[in-house]
């Protein structure tokens, strides 16, 4: 079974550009969680969408959004970059009821620096 | 609000020595779920195990286990015989019944195992 994909894996952009990352989650999987990771903050949930619908949103500014396809796929765009944003961001895939219990699995990110 | 504590951000051993690594969490949640993921350099997150807060038994799983205790609040991660592969960032999170399966994540120990 394949994994959790994303692309690309790396990203080099210039300031007051747009971004946007791709997942691909587990087959089978239907809910797909953002996190961002940056050495100063750590990992922190950005968004989780299920079923095309945003269900749950971390504390950022609303440059950062995201949409899931009926397929489950999901993309994150980040508008109007800044310094700041450079980080690993990670998608994760999970079953998608909601219970705490779900265990979530990771791709291995995209590393995106802003220049 | 949750809150996950990795009070070691980094530890070096020498291959084959035992190594303990700390999580100390806070919730107001009466269920919740404990994770330990494994970060190695390519920056895929991997799971290694979940704990409910009603399941105080400790676990083995081959050089690897884990000492939960309720009354410290406190979910420790043990490496037996360490080996060179286990070097790697390791993160502590949390999930609560009422935030669905988002986790919140400690800021990591990393773990150096040098031969």
């Known amino acids: 079974k394949a994994g959790v994909t994303q692309t690309p894996r790396y990203l080099i952009k210039t300031r007051g550009q747009q971004v946007t990352l791709s997942c691909s989650p587990i087959?089978?999987?239907?809910?797909v969680s953002w996190y961002q990771q940056t050495p100063g903050q750590g990992l922190q949930f950005l968004f989780e969408y299920f079923s095309e619908t945003q269900r749950n949103k971390g504390n950022f500014p609303g440059r950062f959004s995201g949409r899931q396809f009926s397929n489950s796929r999901s993309e994150m765009n980040v508008s109007t970059l800044e310094l700041g944003d450079s980080a690993l961001y990670l998608c994760?895939?999970?079953?998608?009821?909601?219970?705490?219990?779900?265990?979530?699995?990771f791709g291995a990110g995209t590393r995106l620096s802003v220049l | 609000a949750q809150k996950v504590t990795q009070a070691q951000t980094e530890i070096s051993v020498v291959e084959k020595e035992d190594v303990t690594l700390d999580c100390v969490y806070e919730t107001r949640d009466t269920t919740y779920y404990l994770f330990w993921y494994k970060q190695p350099p390519s920056g895929e997150l991997v799971f290694l195990i979940r704990r409910n807060s009603f399941d105080e038994q400790n676990e083995i799983s081959g050089r690897y286990s884990w000492n939960f205790q309720k009354s410290t609040s406190s979910f420790n991660f043990t490496i037996t015989a360490s080996q060179v592969v286990d070097s790697a960032v390791y993160f502590c999170a949390l999930t609560m019944n009422s935030g669905y399966s988002t986790l919140t994540f400690g800021k990591g120990t990393m773990l150096l195992v040098s031969p």
């Open positions: 994760a895939s999970s079953l998608g009821d909601r219970r705490a219990k779900n265990i979530q699995y």
């Open positions: 087959s089978g999987h239907r809910s």
